[in-house]
């Protein structure tokens, strides 16, 4: 399975971090005490999972142990994968309109891959014969019309911009006119990075999603919420926010070929719910795959010898 | 806020201590345990953090702690100086060639970092000091990133150099010696392409492009949002190419920044310049103490002192120093404090310097109650009243509420949430006036710690 050999390939650093630590642990422990308990906390929160989920994982894992009278470690190694697997539930693929237009609104702060994906998903869907059309709404970093324009020329993509500095709004508005003309099945707007703290720029956010709406009732079809694996706890903060302002539907996360473990995603779930959609794994027009919790988790805890 | 949510955890945990004659061994756990996850929480790498909470201990178990009077202000002054120390003991300056020929910055990390608006901030910093920089663009790999650090240059108006995307990096790196020399600039900056510190191809070209520049600096730009990978990223850049110094973005965000402490343990090289915003003129000098102040929720007092100096008028600040201890503030002052408190920045920004605000039940009150945009409508409603209102509040009554919210065009609960807000207002600054002003005769402490 080529999806799930790219995301093994990608999880191995994961794995050597994460699952190696675990499977040491287990190793050199002979019996389930505190302890034991508490060197599993500490992997967990090195895997950037959050104090939050943590606690309430383990809390489980003891009471779990105890009902179930478990005296080996390494049977609470398969408790905790089931548990995980729990948390992330079943893949939801990206919702798409049957009845015309669908349109794709990509945000998240700067820095975290919004053209980069937006460029992979624009590839995928040219792959399976859409029409595709880009809104380059971030008419505020330098250069960032080009690097958009870059990808739409790489990939064959037609793209509505304006001007550098103008009106991020009347760029979506533009490009959901020229959609509907055109006749184009999925419309992919690339927005602006901004920290989800600055109040003013989530207002210009929640202006260009009540033009989508207004101008498409039904749309946005999704609001990707685009999060770097690299990033800490933080990433909470980001979804919470974001969700706020543009009723975020899904995340995509990328830089997941680093060494970043990826944990993080466990706590958004757990937190705020918002299950994660796509994967980007690499800088290529390829590497961006459909997420699925049990494959993030078999490739997470698997040791090497399925393929 | 900056690291806010460590303070409040540091706060809530020496809150337990707090007002114990003696502490014993298992109080000294418990915080530490308490300290340990608020550290983690806030991204600080665990090794580092266990070393840190290993020293913490070691030092409270002493006897300055035990046979203290205040063992939780003891404890405080040992995790502020250690959390100092892990920061970096000063402030870092860059280096500049000591031959005449070009100083050479160059600037390396993983993608999304910022280094490109960083080059862009740095130009315009060294600009400003009467420098001549010249940015160079050698990443060939993100689709329009030269073009990117050209629109920065013509933005920041420094020269720009690059042979383009068809040309190697190492061409480049050669070439914008020479352009340097022909166009006389006394400083180069170069903007690498974003890579991961595990794609052995891409480093080997970083350490090609050193060994070709010979730079004086070679930052590490590294996002202060990231998590316990940063430690990794860290170790491995400073190991491939020997880092000279980390440059930490994005910390106009809420992040709470244990990046900052992971990466300056792991390399041991200074933090020297911070950004703080997508302006170009947004990166900070790093200080170490002011940062480690923040972290306790000390309030980020001298950066505060700083920005007050350079838009207060003196005598002014005299005498409102002088109401504020006495307790004399009018509404008056208020409306002119608006004036002045808004252009030394948000009201965010500025709460966020102000000691122990995490703790301030009353100032997060009125932090909540505000909103940059109220600013216009309290001035309105403040101008509203007459002098003798505006002197003594106690005389608004009902209908002069009503005549109030009619002559600025608000509601009577409009007029009436600014007075409980003045009141709140007018209250704290009274317990920080005797704060300042301290007890007759002892030397006064710049201010009360709130735990």
């Known amino acids: 399975m080529a999806l799930f050999s790219k995301l093994k390939e990608s999880l191995t650093k994961s794995r050597d971090g994460f699952i190696g630590k675990v499977t040491q642990l287990v190793a050199v422990t002979h019996k389930i005490d505190e302890e034991f308990f508490e060197e599993l906390e500490t992997i967990m929160l090195q895997a950037d999972m959050g104090v939050a989920v943590t606690t309430r994982l383990i809390s489980e894992l003891r009471t779990e142990a105890k009902k179930q009278r478990l005296k080996e470690p390494g049977q609470i190694k398969a408790l905790l994968s089931s548990q995980m697997e729990e948390m992330l539930g079943g893949p939801v693929p990206l919702n798409v309109n049957t009845q015309g237009l669908t349109v794709y609104l990509v945000v998240g702060v700067n820095g975290v891959g919004k053209t980069t994906t937006i460029g992979k998903m624009a590839h995928s869907l040219i792959r399976d014969q859409k029409k595709v059309l880009l809104a380059a709404a971030d008419t505020f970093r330098a250069a960032a019309i080009e690097q958009l324009e870059i990808w739409s020329e790489r990939t064959g993509v037609e793209m509505v911009k304006h001007q550098a500095g103008s009106d991020p709004a009347a760029v ?121 919790g049990r494959d993030f988790l078999e490739a997470l805890f698997d040791e090497g010898d399925a393929e | 806020m900056l690291l806010e949510g460590l303070a409040e955890r540091l706060q809530n945990t020496f809150k337990k201590l707090r007002g114990k004659g003696k502490l014993t061994e298992t109080d000294i756990n418990e915080a530490m345990r308490e300290v340990r996850l608020a550290l983690l929480e806030a991204d600080v790498s665990l090794p580092i953090v266990k070393s840190f ?97 050209e629109v920065l240059a013509k933005q920041v108006n420094v020269p ?116 703080m915003g997508e302006k170009l003129d947004a990166l900070e000098p790093f200080y170490p103490d002011r940062m480690a102040a923040r972290i306790l929720g000390m309030g980020d007092m001298l950066s505060l002192i700083e920005k007050a100096q350079a838009s207060f008028d003196q005598q002014k600040a005299q005498e409102l120093e002088r109401k504020l201890r006495k307790a004399e503030f009018t509404l008056d002052d208020f409306l002119e404090q608006i004036g002045q408190v808004r252009s030394m920045g948000s009201l965010d920004q500025v709460l966020g310097m102000i000691p122990g605000l995490g703790n301030v039940k009353q100032l997060r009150q009125i932090k909540e109650g505000f909103d940059e945009k109220d600013f216009g409508r309290i001035e309105a409603i403040i101008r509203s009243m007459t002098p003798g209102e505006r002197r003594d509040t106690g005389i608004i009554t009902g209908s002069r509420r009503r005549r109030i919210a009619l002559g600025s065009g608000t509601t009577v609960q409009d007029v009436n949430r600014l007075l409980k807000q003045y009141d709140q207002t007018k209250k704290m600054f009274k317990q920080f006036g005797e704060n300042i002003s301290g007890k007759a005769g002892r030397k006064a402490k710049p201010f009360k710690l709130p735990f």
């Open chain 1, 172 to 292: 979506v508005f533009d490009a959901i006119q020229a959609a509907a003309r055109r006749g184009i099945d999925h419309l992919i707007i690339d927005t602006a990075g901004r920290l989800h703290t600055k109040s003013n720029l989530m207002e210009e956010l929640r202006k260009i999603r009540r033009v989508i709406s207004r101008e498409l009732p039904g749309a946005p079809h999704e609001v990707l919420l685009v999060l770097d694996a690299t990033t800490g706890q933080n990433a909470i903060r980001q979804a919470e926010l974001f969700k706020e302002a543009t009723e975020v539907t899904g995340i995509v996360l990328t830089k997941l070929d680093g060494t970043a473990k990826g944990g993080i995603i466990l706590a958004i779930k757990e937190e705020l719910d918002i299950p994660v959609k796509l994967v980007g794994t690499g800088e290529g027009s390829e590497d961006l795959k459909a997420f699925s």
């Open chain 2, 53 to 149: 909470i290993q020293r913490i201990k070691e030092r409270s178990l002493g006897a300055e702690v035990l046979e203290s009077l205040t063992p939780a202000q003891q404890i405080i002054k040992i995790v502020d100086q250690e959390l100092t120390q892990l920061m970096g003991a000063e402030q870092g300056k860059a280096q500049f060639s000591t031959t005449g020929d070009a100083t050479v910055f160059m600037l390396a990390g993983l993608q999304g970092s910022g280094k490109t608006t960083t080059a862009g901030k740095l130009a315009l910093y060294y600009r400003k000091q009467g420098h001549q920089p010249l940015l160079v663009g050698v990443d060939v790999y993100r689709p329009a990133a030269i073009k990117q650090l």
């Open chain 2, 160 to 275: 720009f150099f690059s042979l383009g995307e068809q040309v190697s990096p190492l061409k480049t790196a050669r070439a914008s010696l020479e352009q340097a020399k022909a166009q006389g600039c006394d400083l180069i900056i170069i903007d690498t392409a974003g890579r991961l510190q595990i794609d052995t191809v891409l480093m080997e070209e970083l350490a090609q492009l050193k060994g070709i520049l010979s730079p004086q600096e070679t930052f590490l730009v590294v996002d202060s949002m990231a998590g316990q990978d940063a430690v990794n990223v860290a170790r491995s850049f400073n190991e491939d190419l020997g880092l000279t110094g980390v440059i930490l973005t994005k910390l106009d965000s809420d992040t709470r920044g244990g990046a900052a402490l992971s990466v300056k343990a792991v390399t041991g090289c200074p933090i020297k310049f911070i950004g």
